[in-house]
């Protein structure tokens, strides 16, 4: 999810840049976008027209699609006053949905769902034209060929430039330099996000503020102050930067516009994050009252259908994965013993929905008294908030080392599923000592199961601050569906396989 920037700053407000001459050059890539796309749909529907007159298909499949007679042969020529239309309808929806908007930064699985969706549309608009005026003259097995090309291609592109860019942005290559207004917690969560996840893009240039962070605090090392509010056009020029996030205390927001003037002299975009930190939700729903907007907090939808829906795809998972993970197991179990004496399992008290405790399994990763040693390292803590963690923790042995940064040590929380405690998807269980420092927003997370993997852990793991791993727990927990666990499932795979975060 590229948009996990605005979740931790609340429900961010996009306003594109006013000033021409950055629109221009702003519209440049979009073009090239377009022309790429326009291509790709073009050379789709030129690959589907020679699957279905040229290419020699092997047995059965000769069978399904025959071999067309030399007499009924359709030219490429008489196709093209129905692709030059498709090209048009696709362009203009691809435009609508965002894909070629500089501000939007979808991320590559959104803009996959917008190209399958309308593709589909489409191919299938053009269908019913095609078969109403001229029910004689095109083939409609084309048609289903153009529809899976033209996905596979624009898919194949999208996901190809989605990871050379991220593997840039990483690198600190082509870098959007942002500048943040505001350095109280709603600031400061916005940096954060940014420090925290460099695969979005953005390269922070510091912040302005009318008071600086206080000198101690950690912050101040690594978040550059820029000046106060009344400097802010100075420190826009002298930053160079590209994007402004407007993150001010709800006490400040009537200088909203003038810092939005501001930003429009320089030609510079910026977004606004509305001051929702000093409440206890993420997101909000909009509702009305005779015109008047008014904020809602929005509904947890693991509940009631949606829970059970989700309880039985979880079943059925952990059942049908039984015959693979359980030898997987034994032979894990075999691992843990030869490599160190102790239980192979490790039993660990974690809260649950509702704030119920359970007891968590996972494969033994660390010593036997690796507890008792905790408090040793406490001064060593690499992580923010109520949690603990370290890269080179030394109580952790050498087999576990290999199971963490595989994620397999969480292969016995598959019975924790079959007992009802978790879910294979979810919030991570919280330790009772976590939970007991927990700010009052925090406990919003505890109103679903938790689950063996989860948005934060497919995002970002532990690079990922425990603010911003808590909003995207409360907004998956607002925004469910089947296909959002599909969709962090294959989000995960990858992460899970470079062992990125994983310590």
Known sequence: MDSSLQR?????????????????????????????????IFGGFAFAYWLRYRADWPEPLDGII?????????????????????????????????????????????????????????????????FLYKPFYYSRLIFVFAGAAIVVLLSTWRLL??????????????????????GTGLGQEVMSGIAASPGLGYSLVGYIDD????????????????????????????????????ALPFWEQGRLPELVSICQQFGV?????????????DRVDMLQLSGVPLLRP???????????LKRATDICAVLLSAPLTLPLALLIVLLIRLNSKGPALFRQTRVGKGGQLFTC????????????RKAELVAQNEADGPLFKMRDDPRVTGVGRLLRRSSLDELPQLWNVLRGEMCLIGPRPALP???????????????????????????????????????????????????????????????????????
Do not use: C
């Not at 690198?171 to 500048?179: C, N, Q």
């Not at 975009?269 to 939700?281: E, H, I, R, T, W």
């Open 269 to 281: 975009g910026y977004q606004v994050a509305p001051d929702f930190y000093q409440l206890s939700f």
């Open 161 to 182: 430039a989605a990871g050379f860019r991220h593997w840039q942005w990483s690198r600190g290559i082509g870098r959007e330099r942002v500048l943040v207004v505001g």
């Open 361 to 372: 399994l996972k494969f033994r990763t660390m010593v036997p008294d690796a507890e008792a």
């Open 8 to 40: 931790a700053a609340g429900t961010a407000l996009v306003v594109d840049p006013q000033q021409g001459g950055v629109r221009r050059s702003r519209r440049v890539p979009a073009i090239r976008l377009l022309v790429l796309d326009q291509s790709l």
């Open 66 to 130: 025959f071999e067309v007679a030399t007499q009924n042969v359709v030219p490429f020529q008489a196709f093209l006053p129905i692709i030059l239309p498709l090209m048009l309808l696709l362009a203009l929806r691809f435009a609508t949905r965002g894909l070629y908007s500089s501000s939007a930064r979808l991320g590559a699985f959104d803009q996959i769902g917008t190209i399958v969706g309308s593709t589909l549309t489409g191919i299938a608009l053009l269908i019913v034209f095609v």
């Open 433 to 503: 000592e976590e939970v007991a420092r927990y700010e009052p927003w925090h406990r919003r997370r505890l109103e679903v199961m938790p689950g063996a993997a989860g948005l934060a852990q497919a995002l970002g793991r532990s690079d990922m601050s425990f603010d911003e791993q808590v909003r995207l727990d409360i907004y998956y927990a607002e925004n469910w569906s089947v296909s959002m666990d599909l969709r962090v499932f294959l989000m995960i795979l990858p992460v899970v396989l470079s062992g990125r975060g994983a310590y």
């Open 211 to 246: 008071r600086a962070m206080m000198e101690n605090s950690p912050a101040t090392r690594v978040f550059r102050h820029l000046g106060s509010l009344d400097e802010f056009a100075q420190a826009l020029a002298q930053s160079g930067a590209e994007q402004v996030i407007l």
């Open 298 to 308: 929005k509904e947890i939808r693991l509940r009631g259908a949606n829970l059970l």
